[in-house]
């Protein structure tokens, strides 16, 4: 699709794409990242949170939206994930202070992380737990700070009301809960599997 290729990959980003296949784990479309780094860039953000580092897809798009001294928090429960990520985040040239991998599960390190302190919240894995992970970044977020849910679409399932599955019944009530929510201004944009933005009044 034209959209998706716009912005084109560099070799970093596409290395960084063939570990995540060689490891099993996802990542956004290139159309998604380009979406990231003009959002971080818009934000002017400089404090974001990553849940689901994967091998660092996302994480590099979004470092390339963000002012010099942004800092990216990535949150990744498989340590040899995080490792893939940081030697793309070397082969990128990012300066060590500007990410801070915390391995473990998001739902015990997100609560450990300051109210209002950040300007961006990217989630990007565990579908099951998108209800809690959004409630979580809404917390985090200043005021004018944007909420990111990737895969909102869930494969096209979430606009077909016959599929009652459970992953796409949650991800189909995290969208609604978010439509619904006087906290935010949200949006769904139909780029990559979806990618639901509500931004923090």
Do not use: N
Not at 11 to 19: G, K
Not at 40 to 60: I, P, Q
Not at 89 to 113: C, K, M, Q
Not at 154 to 181: F, K, M, N, Q, Y
Request: with cysteine; aromatic share 4%; charged share 30%.
């Amino acid at each position: 699709m034209y959209c998706e290729d716009f912005v084109p990959e560099d070799d970093v980003l596409l290395r960084a794409r063939e570990r995540a296949a060689e490891l099993g784990c996802s990542a956004v479309s290139s159309g998604v990242g380009a979406t990231l780094a003009a959002l971080a860039a818009g934000l002017g953000a400089r404090s974001v949170v990553e849940v689901g580092t994967g091998a660092g897809v996302a994480s590099l798009w979004l470092l390339r939206g963000m002012p010099e001294d942004g800092v990216l928090t990535t949150i990744d429960l498989e340590v040899e994930h995080q490792r893939a990520a940081k030697r793309a985040f070397a082969e990128a040239g990012v300066r060590s202070t500007r990410t801070r991998t915390i391995p473990g599960r998001a739902s015990d390190v997100l609560p450990r992380l300051t109210d209002g302190a950040y300007d961006l919240v990217l989630v990007g894995t565990d579908k099951p737990s998108y209800p809690d992970y959004a409630e979580q970044g809404l917390r985090l977020l200043r005021p004018g700070g944007m909420l990111v849910v990737d895969g909102a679409l869930a494969d096209d399932r979430v606009a077909d009301p016959a599929r009652r599955d459970e992953v796409t019944t949650i991800v189909r009530e995290v969208g609604r809960r978010l439509r619904d929510d006087e906290r935010v201004v949200p949006a769904l944009l139909p780029v990559g599997d979806g990618l639901l933005v509500a931004v923090r009044r």
